[in-house]
């Protein structure tokens, strides 16, 4: 019966982060998985969560289940964040992080439309094909990233998406999209939107790193105008990165359905999250509650987020020039256009082995660099690397 399983390859980020883990080296980067550090190189805690774990969120009290769709001060807060305020009519459910948001819309989406297929960017986040062909879906890619330009392939997403049939659901990332961190600008974003409500498409947004962009605010301007414009989409967030609480797997789905019945939409979410992992986890979203729901705390958080942001930014300059010195007559300029944690480097295979093996320098076999993982003490390092395997 089991004896014919296939071989798991691994998944290309988790799996390599593992690797890293694992390697010796004392000089090792790791700018493999998306996960942000500080300029000691270290996963900081957040003065903002320190203070409300500090302040008794989460102690350790009996552990009793959390409503199926997660409590409600918890939805409202993120309601708020993501959607901005008077956004009462989107229903919003808390989840097992970004991951969790996908699949449990993945799920909900698969009952209501159960033909339909889910066109990605090309490329997109490795595992997002995985959860949605998990969940039953055929899935597409729509161009995305213009290797020519470095930029985004406005020309080639547009008419892609022209030709699809309505109730086509899109996944879109409005903000530091993962691999490429290359971002639509607001104009581009009207015109994906025009094609969305014309041809009646169904937008899933996946939103991990809000506010390491531009601001928490400007980061949700694509979800705002979809929402504004009355085109219904869902949004799958996750707080892993902005809170700097990977391991609690913390997120939340928001569902924008102006026809759908509010009660029933709850449901039918209730169903999807009640047959896949029952209720969500307690402490991480205690933690973002208390610290959005506080104005003191939600200004601190989003003064650390700045500095987050800011770190990313001055971080990109830096690598920039460095690389330029060591390999004059490049165009480097792609790594300060981009936004977020990454930065799609056109490396080749052989050239990430390479960085791998002899200088411990590890980049995602896409080719994806987490600027988050550099620091004043690696970045040389990394960049002497980087100059050895691309001159080589
Ligand atoms: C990433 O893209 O590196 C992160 O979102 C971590 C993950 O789960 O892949």
């Known amino acids: 019966m089991f004896d014919q399983l296939p071989a798991y390859a691994d998944d290309p980020i988790l799996g390599l982060f593992e690797v890293y883990k694992a390697d010796p080296r004392p000089f090792k980067v790791n700018l493999g998985i998306g996960i942000y550090c500080d300029e000691a190189g270290q996963v900081p805690v957040l003065e ?11 102690a ?15 939805r409202d807060a993120v309601r708020e964040l993501v959607f901005g305020k008077n956004a009462d009519d989107i229903v919003v459910v ?35 094909a995985a959860i949605f062909a998990g969940a039953g879906f055929r899935v597409e890619n729509y161009p995305y990233y213009a290797k020519e330009t470095g930029g985004f392939d406005l020309d080639g997403a547009v008419s892609a998406l022209q030709k699809l049939q309505a109730g086509s659901v899109v996944l879109l990332h409005p903000c530091c999209h993962n691999p490429t961190g290359v971002d639509p600008t607001q104009a581009e974003w009207h015109a994906l939107l ?27 301007w694509a979800v705002r105008e979809c929402v504004r414009r009355g085109i219904a989409c869902l949004v799958a967030s996750s707080f892993s990165k902005i809170f700097s609480l990977y391991g609690e797997r913390v997120g939340a789905l928001g569902v924008h359905a102006p026809k759908a019945d509010k009660a029933r939409l709850l449901g039918q979410l209730k169903l999807a999250i009640r047959r896949s992992y029952s209720c969500p986890p ?11 729901s506080s104005p003191a705390s939600n200004a601190q958080w989003r003064a650390e987020l700045d500095a987050m942001r800011g770190r990313m930014r001055e971080v990109r300059t830096s690598l920039h020039r460095k690389l330029g010195e060591a390999l004059p007559g490049r165009d480097f300029g792609f790594l300060v256009a981009q936004n977020g944690m990454f930065s799609y480097s056109g490396l080749s295979a052989a050239q990430i082995e ?28 990394v960049c002497e690397a980087l100059a050895e395997v691309c001159s080589g």
């Open 48 to 58: 903002s969560v320190r203070a409300a774990r500090e302040a008794g969120v989460g």
């Open 60 to 74: 350790r009290g009996p552990s009793v289940y959390l409503p199926t769709e997660g409590g409600e001060a918890y």
């Open 94 to 128: 808390q989840t097992v992080a970004g991951t969790g948001a996908l699949k449990v819309g993945a799920d909900f989406l698969k009952g209501v439309l159960p033909d339909a297929a889910i066109w990605m960017p090309d490329p997109t986040w490795a595992n997002h």
């Open 194 to 220: 025009d094609v969305i409500e014309q041809r009646g498409l169904l937008p899933f947004f996946d939103v991990a790193y809000q506010g390491f962009a531009h601001g928490v605010d400007e980061d949700a």
């Open 282 to 292: 307690a402490l991480g979203a205690a933690l973002v509650e208390a610290v959005l």
């Open 354 to 381: 390479a960085l791998r093996s002899r200088f411990g320098v590890y980049v995602v076999s896409s080719g994806r660099i987490c600027v988050a993982g550099l620091n004043a003490s690696n970045i040389s390092h």
